[in-house]
């Protein structure tokens, strides 16, 4: 980002306030990490698109209520992007089980298609992977289990014995640890 560039804080005003180009600027500086985070979470190109496309007019739609953790928007349009792309796989999903019988369909087969879906995200985000895993040890578990498992921060909390101010203390420090890490890979 240039010096005379605005900042996401103000980007984010600007968009509550109704401005387009601001809703641009965020688009062209944040897109390709959120298209790259879809890649990994979505089947197709089409659905990567759209899974994107939904993420910034999430953003446009509910700028004025957004309240960023660490001056960026990253954070917030990633969690967005894997909330809809959760939402479009178990769409698909109803769809495929929905078009053949009851009987055909295990009970055990959603969990099955969830846990593949996982690892194959997982798999394609390699990159933030290895940052994650030069995290110290309590750090690596608690993105494990909140930035990659998508826990809540209480459960994450009772799972580590760790309070859950300290949980969410630690994902704000590592968020900003592997947006580095994700701003040098796209450089």
């Known amino acids: 980002m240039e010096d005379d560039e605005p900042g996401d804080a103000e980007l984010l005003r600007s968009i509550g306030a109704g401005d387009q180009r601001a809703l641009s600027k965020a688009f062209d500086r944040h897109s390709n990490?959120?298209?790259?985070y879809a890649w990994a979470l979505a089947p197709s190109r089409m659905d990567v698109e759209e899974i994107v496309q939904d993420t910034f007019l999430a953003l446009w739609r509910r700028g004025p209520e957004i309240a960023?953790?660490?001056r960026s928007l990253l954070?917030?349009?990633l969690v967005t992007c894997r909330n809809i792309a959760a939402n479009a796989g178990r769409k698909r999903a109803r769809a495929a089980t929905d078009a053949l019988p009851d009987e055909w369909m295990p009970a055990h087969l959603s969990i099955?298609?969830?846990?593949?879906a996982r690892e194959s995200a997982r798999e394609?985000?390699?990159w933030v992977l290895d940052a994650i895993e030069r995290l110290e040890p309590v750090d690596r578990r608690v993105c494990e289990l909140c930035l990659l498992d998508g826990l809540p921060y209480a459960q994450a909390a009772t799972e580590l014995g760790l309070s859950v101010g300290a949980v969410k203390q630690r994902v704000s420090r590592s968020r900003i640890r592997l947006r580095k890490a994700v701003t040098v890979d796209e450089n």
């Open 68 to 70: 960023l953790l660490d």
């Open 33 to 36: 990490t959120v298209a790259r």
């Open 75 to 77: 954070p917030w349009l």
């Open 112 to 116: 099955v298609r969830a846990d593949q």
């Open 124 to 126: 394609e985000l390699r």
